[in-house]
């Protein structure tokens, strides 16, 4: 079992900055990828970015990537989000989530994640 705790969110301005934290624990929680997807009212949960299990590896969704960076400390056991550059876009639900056996090709699948925090919310204003 893993249990994940996201915080971070908040209200910014457009251009404005971010970052937020995922802090995992249980038996097996170093061993798993993290990662982060959002969600905006009336759309699908999205993919953002994951780390692997050593944070040497990060994926990002197209266009996240350059704006959005995802690092890990896992002496902390927590995986960070920093975004910056915040567009009213970005606006959405951010969850963290965790996979116990990374499948590159399925990264972005919600379903391949078998744990998830309870989400933060961020808002941008134009």
């Known amino acids: 079992q893993v249990q994940l705790v996201d915080s971070g969110g908040g209200s910014v301005q457009a251009g404005g900055s971010l970052r937020l934290s995922c802090k995992f624990s249980?038996?097996?929680?170093?061993?798993?990828?993290v990662g982060w997807f959002r969600q905006a009212p009336g759309k699908e949960r999205e993919f953002v970015a994951v780390?692997?299990?050593?944070?040497?590896?990060?994926y990002y969704a197209n266009g996240m990537k350059g704006r959005f960076t995802i690092s890990r400390d896992n002496v902390k056991n927590t995986v960070y989000l920093q975004m910056n550059g915040l567009k009213p876009e970005d606006t959405a639900i951010y969850y963290c989530?965790?996979?116990?056996?990374?499948?590159?090709?399925?990264?972005?699948?919600?379903?391949?994640?078998?744990?998830w925090g309870q989400g933060t919310q961020v808002t941008v204003s134009s």
């Open positions: 249980g038996r097996s929680s170093g061993n798993v990828a």
């Open positions: 989530a965790a996979d116990e056996a990374m499948i590159v090709a399925e990264i972005a699948l919600a379903d391949e994640y078998e744990y």
């Open positions: 780390i692997n299990w050593s944070g040497s590896t990060p």
